[in-house]
Protein backbone atom coordinates (compact mmCIF):
# COMPACT_ATOMS: atom_id res chain seq x y z
CA UNK A 1 0.00 0.00 0.00
CA UNK A 2 2.08 3.74 -1.13
CA UNK A 3 1.72 6.54 1.03
CA UNK A 4 0.07 8.33 -1.56
CA UNK A 5 -2.95 6.27 -0.91
CA UNK A 6 -3.34 7.33 2.93
CA UNK A 7 -4.51 10.67 3.87
CA UNK A 8 -0.99 11.08 6.25
CA UNK A 9 -1.56 14.62 7.54
CA UNK A 10 -4.80 13.31 9.29
CA UNK A 11 -2.66 10.04 10.64
CA UNK A 12 0.11 11.53 11.98
CA UNK A 13 -2.20 13.67 14.09
CA UNK A 14 -3.98 10.46 15.43
CA UNK A 15 -0.23 9.24 16.18
CA UNK A 16 1.03 12.04 17.84
CA UNK A 17 -2.54 12.30 19.81
CA UNK A 18 -1.76 8.65 21.36
CA UNK A 19 2.04 9.68 21.69
CA UNK A 20 0.63 12.27 23.90
CA UNK A 21 0.79 9.14 26.80
CA UNK A 22 4.16 8.47 26.28
CA UNK A 23 4.86 11.73 27.43
CA UNK A 24 3.00 11.36 30.45
CA UNK A 25 4.63 7.96 30.56
CA UNK A 26 8.37 9.59 30.61
CA UNK A 27 7.09 12.58 32.55
CA UNK A 28 5.31 10.16 35.32
CA UNK A 29 8.26 8.31 36.06
CA UNK A 30 11.23 10.99 35.67
CA UNK A 31 9.40 13.70 37.65
CA UNK A 32 10.16 11.42 41.12
CA UNK A 33 13.86 12.07 41.18
CA UNK A 34 13.29 15.88 42.11
CA UNK A 35 11.35 14.67 44.88
CA UNK A 36 12.92 11.84 47.18
CA UNK A 37 14.61 13.85 48.66
CA UNK A 38 12.32 16.28 49.91
CA UNK A 39 9.77 14.25 50.75
CA UNK A 40 12.23 11.90 52.40
CA UNK A 41 12.96 14.99 54.86
CA UNK A 42 9.16 16.09 55.31
CA UNK A 43 8.00 12.47 56.23
CA UNK A 44 11.24 10.97 58.19
CA UNK A 45 11.56 8.55 55.99
CA UNK A 46 14.27 5.68 56.36
CA UNK A 47 15.57 3.88 53.60
CA UNK A 48 13.33 0.90 53.22
CA UNK A 49 10.12 4.01 53.50
CA UNK A 50 12.38 5.72 50.61
CA UNK A 51 12.34 2.80 48.32
CA UNK A 52 8.93 2.01 48.65
CA UNK A 53 8.25 5.46 48.13
CA UNK A 54 10.16 5.58 45.23
CA UNK A 55 8.83 1.76 43.91
CA UNK A 56 4.96 2.12 44.55
CA UNK A 57 4.44 3.48 41.33
CA UNK A 58 6.04 0.31 39.52
CA UNK A 59 3.65 -1.97 41.63
CA UNK A 60 0.94 0.17 39.60
CA UNK A 61 2.38 -0.14 36.57
CA UNK A 62 2.53 -4.21 36.49
CA UNK A 63 -1.22 -4.01 37.53
CA UNK A 64 -1.67 -1.23 34.91
CA UNK A 65 -0.12 -3.66 32.11
CA UNK A 66 -2.09 -6.92 33.36
CA UNK A 67 -5.12 -5.03 32.94
CA UNK A 68 -4.36 -2.69 29.70
CA UNK A 69 -4.86 -5.79 27.30
CA UNK A 70 -7.92 -6.60 28.56
CA UNK A 71 -9.50 -3.01 28.88
CA UNK A 72 -8.12 -2.27 25.56
CA UNK A 73 -10.12 -5.70 24.10
CA UNK A 74 -13.38 -5.16 25.79
CA UNK A 75 -14.03 -1.14 26.21
CA UNK A 76 -11.34 -0.17 22.73
CA UNK A 77 -8.45 1.24 22.34
CA UNK A 78 -9.83 5.05 22.80
CA UNK A 79 -11.94 4.96 25.76
CA UNK A 80 -8.66 3.04 27.44
CA UNK A 81 -6.39 5.89 26.62
CA UNK A 82 -9.38 7.87 28.51
CA UNK A 83 -9.23 5.48 31.08
CA UNK A 84 -5.16 6.09 31.83
CA UNK A 85 -5.48 9.78 30.71
CA UNK A 86 -7.88 9.92 34.09
CA UNK A 87 -5.41 8.37 36.36
CA UNK A 88 -2.77 10.24 35.70
CA UNK A 89 -4.48 13.22 35.99
CA UNK A 90 -6.39 11.87 39.52
CA UNK A 91 -2.67 10.93 40.23
CA UNK A 92 -1.09 14.32 39.96
CA UNK A 93 -3.47 16.52 41.73
CA UNK A 94 -3.87 13.85 44.19
CA UNK A 95 -0.42 13.76 44.62
CA UNK A 96 -0.06 17.80 45.60
CA UNK A 97 -2.65 18.35 48.18
CA UNK A 98 -2.33 14.61 50.18
CA UNK A 99 -2.15 15.14 53.67
CA UNK A 100 -0.19 11.57 54.68
CA UNK A 101 3.19 9.70 53.15
CA UNK A 102 0.55 6.97 52.80
CA UNK A 103 -1.61 9.24 50.94
CA UNK A 104 1.11 10.42 48.65
CA UNK A 105 1.91 6.59 47.84
CA UNK A 106 -1.47 5.92 46.74
CA UNK A 107 -1.82 8.35 44.61
CA UNK A 108 1.76 7.42 42.94
CA UNK A 109 0.48 4.08 42.88
CA UNK A 110 -2.60 5.52 40.70
CA UNK A 111 -0.56 7.48 38.58
CA UNK A 112 1.90 3.58 38.13
CA UNK A 113 -2.09 2.34 37.13
CA UNK A 114 -1.53 5.13 34.52
CA UNK A 115 1.54 4.42 33.33
CA UNK A 116 1.07 0.48 33.04
CA UNK A 117 -2.10 1.12 30.95
CA UNK A 118 -0.76 3.74 28.45
CA UNK A 119 2.57 1.70 27.68
CA UNK A 120 0.35 -0.56 25.84
CA UNK A 121 -2.46 0.82 24.72
CA UNK A 122 -1.17 3.92 23.26
CA UNK A 123 1.74 1.89 20.91
CA UNK A 124 -0.88 -0.54 20.14
CA UNK A 125 -3.83 2.24 18.71
CA UNK A 126 -0.88 3.79 16.75
CA UNK A 127 0.08 0.77 15.08
CA UNK A 128 -3.64 -0.55 14.07
CA UNK A 129 -4.27 3.57 12.58
CA UNK A 130 -0.95 3.52 10.21
CA UNK A 131 -0.28 2.67 7.09
CA UNK A 132 2.28 0.04 6.66
CA UNK A 133 4.63 1.85 5.21
CA UNK A 134 4.51 4.46 7.68
CA UNK A 135 3.90 2.69 10.62
CA UNK A 136 7.36 2.14 12.38
CA UNK A 137 8.10 5.80 12.03
CA UNK A 138 4.33 6.46 13.91
CA UNK A 139 5.02 4.17 16.64
CA UNK A 140 8.38 5.19 16.95
CA UNK A 141 7.00 8.85 17.79
CA UNK A 142 5.48 6.62 21.31
CA UNK A 143 9.39 6.07 22.50
CA UNK A 144 10.10 9.34 21.56
CA UNK A 145 7.26 11.06 23.65
CA UNK A 146 8.57 9.13 26.53
CA UNK A 147 11.66 10.89 26.03
CA UNK A 148 10.70 14.43 25.84
CA UNK A 149 8.40 13.79 29.38
CA UNK A 150 11.84 12.92 30.90
CA UNK A 151 12.97 16.19 29.38
CA UNK A 152 10.38 17.77 30.51
CA UNK A 153 9.93 16.49 34.06
CA UNK A 154 13.99 17.55 34.53
CA UNK A 155 12.87 20.89 33.52
CA UNK A 156 9.90 21.41 35.72
CA UNK A 157 11.67 20.24 38.55
CA UNK A 158 14.83 22.53 37.72
CA UNK A 159 12.13 25.72 37.68
CA UNK A 160 10.61 24.40 40.62
CA UNK A 161 13.98 23.74 42.72
CA UNK A 162 15.41 27.70 41.21
CA UNK A 163 12.38 29.54 42.74
CA UNK A 164 12.49 28.23 45.92
CA UNK A 165 13.07 31.04 48.94
CA UNK A 166 14.03 29.84 52.41
CA UNK A 167 13.14 33.01 53.56
CA UNK A 168 9.18 33.16 51.83
CA UNK A 169 6.35 32.42 54.23
CA UNK A 170 4.47 28.95 52.88
CA UNK A 171 1.35 29.04 54.60
CA UNK A 172 -1.41 28.75 51.51
CA UNK A 173 -1.24 25.12 49.79
CA UNK A 174 -0.06 27.06 46.77
CA UNK A 175 2.45 28.96 48.61
CA UNK A 176 4.01 25.06 50.12
CA UNK A 177 3.88 23.90 46.59
CA UNK A 178 6.33 26.03 44.84
CA UNK A 179 7.84 26.52 48.03
CA UNK A 180 8.85 24.71 51.45
CA UNK A 181 7.10 21.54 50.31
CA UNK A 182 8.13 22.07 46.73
CA UNK A 183 7.78 17.87 45.79
CA UNK A 184 4.42 18.75 45.68
CA UNK A 185 4.66 21.29 42.71
CA UNK A 186 6.79 18.96 40.84
CA UNK A 187 4.37 15.85 41.08
CA UNK A 188 1.37 17.91 40.39
CA UNK A 189 3.04 19.54 37.61
CA UNK A 190 1.69 16.30 35.74
CA UNK A 191 -1.75 17.66 36.21
CA UNK A 192 -1.20 20.08 32.78
CA UNK A 193 0.02 17.08 30.43
CA UNK A 194 -2.57 14.43 31.82
CA UNK A 195 -5.56 16.95 31.17
CA UNK A 196 -4.18 17.77 27.85
CA UNK A 197 -4.03 13.87 27.61
CA UNK A 198 -7.49 13.94 28.31
CA UNK A 199 -8.60 16.79 25.99
CA UNK A 200 -7.62 15.98 23.24
CA UNK A 201 -7.98 12.14 22.85
CA UNK A 202 -11.81 13.00 22.11
CA UNK A 203 -10.86 14.35 18.80
CA UNK A 204 -9.51 11.40 17.71
CA UNK A 205 -11.50 8.33 16.43
CA UNK A 206 -11.56 4.60 17.68
CA UNK A 207 -9.14 2.04 15.99
CA UNK A 208 -10.45 1.08 12.77
CA UNK A 209 -8.94 -2.86 13.65
CA UNK A 210 -10.92 -2.59 17.03
CA UNK A 211 -14.44 -1.79 15.23
CA UNK A 212 -13.75 -4.40 13.17
CA UNK A 213 -13.07 -7.53 15.35
CA UNK A 214 -16.36 -5.75 16.85
CA UNK A 215 -18.64 -6.30 13.89
CA UNK A 216 -18.98 -2.67 13.35
CA UNK A 217 -18.32 -2.45 10.01
CA UNK A 218 -20.11 0.97 9.42
CA UNK A 219 -18.06 2.79 12.09
CA UNK A 220 -14.77 0.88 10.63
CA UNK A 221 -15.18 2.29 7.13
CA UNK A 222 -16.02 5.24 8.13
CA UNK A 223 -12.68 5.65 10.27
CA UNK A 224 -11.06 4.26 7.36
CA UNK A 225 -12.38 6.47 4.60
CA UNK A 226 -10.42 9.28 6.79
CA UNK A 227 -7.11 7.41 6.94
CA UNK A 228 -7.16 6.21 3.16
CA UNK A 229 -8.28 7.68 0.19
CA UNK A 230 -9.11 4.96 -2.18
CA UNK A 231 -12.63 3.58 -1.47
CA UNK A 232 -11.09 0.02 -3.05
CA UNK A 233 -8.78 0.29 -0.10
CA UNK A 234 -10.96 0.64 2.69
CA UNK A 235 -13.09 -2.42 1.26
CA UNK A 236 -9.55 -4.05 1.10
CA UNK A 237 -8.40 -2.89 4.62
CA UNK A 238 -11.80 -4.74 5.90
CA UNK A 239 -11.83 -7.01 4.00
CA UNK A 240 -8.30 -8.89 5.10
CA UNK A 241 -8.59 -7.76 8.68
CA UNK A 242 -12.60 -9.83 8.27
CA UNK A 243 -10.38 -12.45 6.83
CA UNK A 244 -7.81 -12.93 9.61
CA UNK A 245 -10.12 -13.25 12.24
CA UNK A 246 -11.46 -16.75 10.39
CA UNK A 247 -14.79 -16.07 11.90
CA UNK A 248 -14.00 -15.32 15.77
CA UNK A 249 -14.90 -11.93 16.29
CA UNK A 250 -13.83 -11.53 20.07
CA UNK A 251 -10.15 -13.01 21.24
CA UNK A 252 -9.49 -15.25 24.74
CA UNK A 253 -6.96 -15.95 26.58
CA UNK A 254 -6.58 -19.71 25.48
CA UNK A 255 -6.07 -18.19 22.24
CA UNK A 256 -2.74 -17.28 23.22
CA UNK A 257 -1.89 -20.83 23.50
CA UNK A 258 -2.28 -21.52 19.85
CA UNK A 259 1.21 -22.69 18.44
CA UNK A 260 2.25 -19.68 16.59
CA UNK A 261 0.62 -17.48 18.71
CA UNK A 262 2.42 -18.99 21.46
CA UNK A 263 5.91 -18.88 19.67
CA UNK A 264 5.28 -15.06 19.33
CA UNK A 265 4.06 -14.08 23.10
CA UNK A 266 7.18 -16.09 24.33
CA UNK A 267 9.67 -14.12 21.55
CA UNK A 268 7.51 -10.71 22.44
CA UNK A 269 8.42 -11.63 26.15
CA UNK A 270 12.22 -12.44 25.87
CA UNK A 271 12.70 -9.68 24.37
CA UNK A 272 10.84 -7.24 26.44
CA UNK A 273 12.66 -8.83 29.35
CA UNK A 274 16.47 -9.17 28.00
CA UNK A 275 16.12 -5.21 26.90
CA UNK A 276 16.39 -4.38 30.98
CA UNK A 277 19.08 -6.93 31.23
CA UNK A 278 21.16 -5.52 28.76
CA UNK A 279 21.48 -2.30 31.03
CA UNK A 280 19.00 0.21 29.08
CA UNK A 281 17.27 1.79 32.25
CA UNK A 282 20.29 0.50 34.60
CA UNK A 283 22.25 3.41 32.47
CA UNK A 284 19.62 6.15 32.65
CA UNK A 285 18.43 5.84 36.05
CA UNK A 286 21.75 5.30 37.68
CA UNK A 287 23.87 7.44 35.33
CA UNK A 288 25.22 9.99 38.27
CA UNK A 289 25.75 7.19 40.72
CA UNK A 290 28.18 5.01 38.01
CA UNK A 291 29.46 9.01 36.80
CA UNK A 292 30.37 9.86 40.45
CA UNK A 293 32.07 6.13 40.46
CA UNK A 294 34.06 6.79 37.81
CA UNK A 295 35.74 9.90 39.57
CA UNK A 296 33.70 12.15 37.59
CA UNK A 297 33.82 15.80 39.38
CA UNK A 298 30.19 16.93 37.65
CA UNK A 299 28.10 14.01 37.09
CA UNK A 300 24.80 15.61 37.01
CA UNK A 301 26.24 17.63 33.70
CA UNK A 302 27.40 14.07 32.22
CA UNK A 303 23.48 12.65 32.97
CA UNK A 304 22.24 15.89 31.27
CA UNK A 305 24.99 15.00 28.19
CA UNK A 306 23.03 10.92 27.91
CA UNK A 307 19.58 12.60 27.93
CA UNK A 308 20.64 15.05 25.01
CA UNK A 309 22.15 11.97 23.28
CA UNK A 310 18.90 9.77 24.34
CA UNK A 311 16.57 12.18 22.66
CA UNK A 312 18.07 13.13 20.13
CA UNK A 313 19.00 9.71 18.56
CA UNK A 314 15.34 9.04 19.34
CA UNK A 315 14.19 11.48 16.41
CA UNK A 316 17.00 9.94 14.20
CA UNK A 317 15.14 6.43 14.76
CA UNK A 318 12.06 8.12 14.40
CA UNK A 319 13.21 8.73 10.17
CA UNK A 320 15.12 5.84 9.51
CA UNK A 321 13.13 2.98 11.18
CA UNK A 322 10.96 2.69 8.32
CA UNK A 323 14.15 2.88 5.43
CA UNK A 324 16.64 1.01 7.72
CA UNK A 325 14.40 -1.93 8.97
CA UNK A 326 13.88 -3.22 12.25
CA UNK A 327 16.17 -6.11 11.73
CA UNK A 328 18.89 -3.74 10.70
CA UNK A 329 18.55 -0.85 13.34
CA UNK A 330 18.96 -3.94 15.48
CA UNK A 331 21.62 -5.91 14.58
CA UNK A 332 24.09 -2.77 14.22
CA UNK A 333 22.57 -0.97 17.27
CA UNK A 334 22.97 -4.18 19.36
CA UNK A 335 26.51 -4.85 18.15
CA UNK A 336 27.95 -1.24 19.68
CA UNK A 337 26.37 -1.52 22.16
CA UNK A 338 28.50 -4.52 23.03
CA UNK A 339 31.26 -3.07 22.03
CA UNK A 340 30.66 0.06 24.34
CA UNK A 341 29.57 -2.05 27.61
CA UNK A 342 33.00 -4.30 26.77
CA UNK A 343 35.47 -0.61 26.76
CA UNK A 344 33.58 0.49 29.72
CA UNK A 345 33.90 -2.75 31.85
CA UNK A 346 37.49 -2.48 30.79
CA UNK A 347 37.76 1.15 31.93
CA UNK A 348 36.39 0.20 35.48
CA UNK A 349 38.52 -3.04 35.25
CA UNK A 350 41.91 -1.66 34.30
CA UNK A 351 41.85 2.35 33.56
CA UNK A 352 44.48 3.76 35.66
CA UNK A 353 46.54 0.85 34.25
CA UNK A 354 46.11 1.58 30.82
CA UNK A 355 45.84 5.13 31.20
CA UNK A 356 42.25 5.70 30.14
CA UNK A 357 41.22 9.07 31.29
CA UNK A 358 37.30 10.11 32.02
CA UNK A 359 36.90 11.23 28.34
CA UNK A 360 37.65 7.48 27.41
CA UNK A 361 34.65 6.31 29.78
CA UNK A 362 32.41 9.80 28.61
CA UNK A 363 32.62 8.53 24.80
CA UNK A 364 31.72 4.93 25.13
CA UNK A 365 28.69 6.07 27.48
CA UNK A 366 27.53 8.11 25.35
CA UNK A 367 28.29 5.87 22.73
CA UNK A 368 26.09 3.12 24.24
CA UNK A 369 23.24 5.25 24.85
CA UNK A 370 22.92 6.45 21.54
CA UNK A 371 23.68 2.60 20.01
CA UNK A 372 20.72 1.62 22.43
CA UNK A 373 18.13 4.72 21.54
CA UNK A 374 18.79 4.05 17.70
CA UNK A 375 17.86 0.31 18.08
CA UNK A 376 16.21 -1.24 21.21
CA UNK A 377 14.67 1.46 23.11
CA UNK A 378 13.22 2.67 19.44
CA UNK A 379 12.28 -0.83 18.11
CA UNK A 380 10.55 -2.16 21.12
CA UNK A 381 7.50 -0.92 21.38
CA UNK A 382 7.35 -0.90 17.16
CA UNK A 383 7.76 -4.84 17.61
CA UNK A 384 5.23 -5.47 20.26
CA UNK A 385 2.45 -3.51 19.05
CA UNK A 386 2.54 -5.10 15.33
CA UNK A 387 3.95 -8.68 15.84
CA UNK A 388 0.58 -10.07 17.27
CA UNK A 389 -2.89 -11.41 15.91
CA UNK A 390 -5.74 -8.11 15.85
CA UNK A 391 -7.71 -10.32 18.24
CA UNK A 392 -5.84 -10.67 21.08
CA UNK A 393 -2.84 -8.31 19.95
CA UNK A 394 -4.34 -6.09 23.72
CA UNK A 395 -3.89 -9.35 25.80
CA UNK A 396 -0.15 -10.85 24.02
CA UNK A 397 1.16 -7.12 24.58
CA UNK A 398 0.09 -6.54 28.17
CA UNK A 399 2.27 -10.15 28.48
CA UNK A 400 5.21 -8.68 27.05
CA UNK A 401 4.67 -5.65 28.67
CA UNK A 402 4.58 -7.11 32.27
CA UNK A 403 7.66 -9.19 31.17
CA UNK A 404 9.47 -5.77 30.26
CA UNK A 405 8.37 -4.18 33.93
CA UNK A 406 9.33 -7.36 35.86
CA UNK A 407 12.95 -6.36 33.79
CA UNK A 408 12.23 -2.92 34.88
CA UNK A 409 11.61 -3.83 38.72
CA UNK A 410 14.78 -6.32 38.59
CA UNK A 411 17.06 -4.17 37.20
CA UNK A 412 16.36 -1.49 39.40
CA UNK A 413 16.56 -3.02 42.34
CA UNK A 414 19.85 -5.55 41.53
CA UNK A 415 21.67 -2.69 39.93
CA UNK A 416 23.14 -1.31 42.75
CA UNK A 417 24.06 -4.95 44.04
CA UNK A 418 26.22 -5.50 41.33
CA UNK A 419 27.81 -1.61 40.83
CA UNK A 420 28.65 -2.56 44.81
CA UNK A 421 29.90 -6.27 43.76
CA UNK A 422 31.78 -4.92 40.73
CA UNK A 423 31.38 -1.79 38.87
CA UNK A 424 33.48 -3.79 35.26
CA UNK A 425 31.66 -7.35 36.00
CA UNK A 426 28.48 -5.28 35.85
CA UNK A 427 28.88 -3.95 32.37
CA UNK A 428 30.25 -7.43 31.29
CA UNK A 429 27.34 -9.02 32.47
CA UNK A 430 25.12 -6.13 30.65
CA UNK A 431 27.32 -7.19 27.27
CA UNK A 432 27.09 -11.29 27.63
CA UNK A 433 22.92 -10.29 27.76
CA UNK A 434 22.96 -8.87 24.41
CA UNK A 435 23.93 -11.90 22.73
CA UNK A 436 20.30 -14.15 23.70
CA UNK A 437 18.83 -10.81 22.34
CA UNK A 438 20.53 -11.27 18.89
CA UNK A 439 20.12 -14.81 18.58
CA UNK A 440 16.16 -14.23 19.07
CA UNK A 441 16.10 -11.36 16.53
CA UNK A 442 17.42 -13.38 13.98
CA UNK A 443 16.27 -16.86 14.36
CA UNK A 444 12.56 -16.19 15.45
CA UNK A 445 11.48 -12.49 14.71
CA UNK A 446 10.49 -11.93 10.73
CA UNK A 447 11.14 -8.58 9.63
CA UNK A 448 7.63 -6.47 9.76
CA UNK A 449 9.12 -3.30 8.03
CA UNK A 450 6.52 -2.55 5.16
CA UNK A 451 4.03 -5.43 5.87
CA UNK A 452 0.23 -5.06 6.90
CA UNK A 453 -0.75 -6.35 10.17
CA UNK A 454 -2.81 -9.26 8.54
CA UNK A 455 0.78 -10.07 6.74
CA UNK A 456 2.82 -10.02 10.09
CA UNK A 457 -0.24 -11.89 11.34
CA UNK A 458 -0.47 -15.01 9.02
CA UNK A 459 3.42 -15.33 9.16
CA UNK A 460 3.13 -16.21 12.93
CA UNK A 461 -0.07 -18.70 12.01
CA UNK A 462 1.94 -20.22 8.87
CA UNK A 463 4.92 -21.02 11.78
CA UNK A 464 2.34 -22.59 13.93
CA UNK A 465 0.99 -24.59 10.99
CA UNK A 466 4.18 -26.57 11.12
CA UNK A 467 4.51 -27.57 14.35
Known amino acids: MKNSESKIGYVIFMAAVAALGGILFGYDTAVISGTTALVRNQFALNDLSEGWYVGCALVGSICGVLAAGWLSDYLGRKLTMLISAALFSISAIGCAVCGSFNGLVAYRIIGGVGIGIVSIVSPIY ?23 GFLLAYLANWAIDAGISADAPSLTLWERMFNSEAWRGMLGSETVPALLFFLVIFFIPESPRWLIIKGRYDKASNVLSRIYKDSNTVNQQIALTRDSETGQQDGHWKDLLKPGILIAVIAGSAIAILGQFMGVNAVLYYGPKIFAEAG ?60 LGNGFMLAFFLGYVFCCAISISAI ?27 GTYLIGQLTPVLLGWSQSGTFFIFAVMCIPYMLIMWKIIPETTGKTLEEIEDYWNKIGNKR
Open 380 to 406: VFVLLSEMYPNSVRGRAMSIAGFALWI
Open 296 to 355: FENPMFSTVLVGIVNMATTILAVFIIDRVGRKNLIYWGVSGMIVCLVAIGTYFAAGEALG
Open 126 to 148: ISEVSPAKVRGTLVSLYQLAVTV
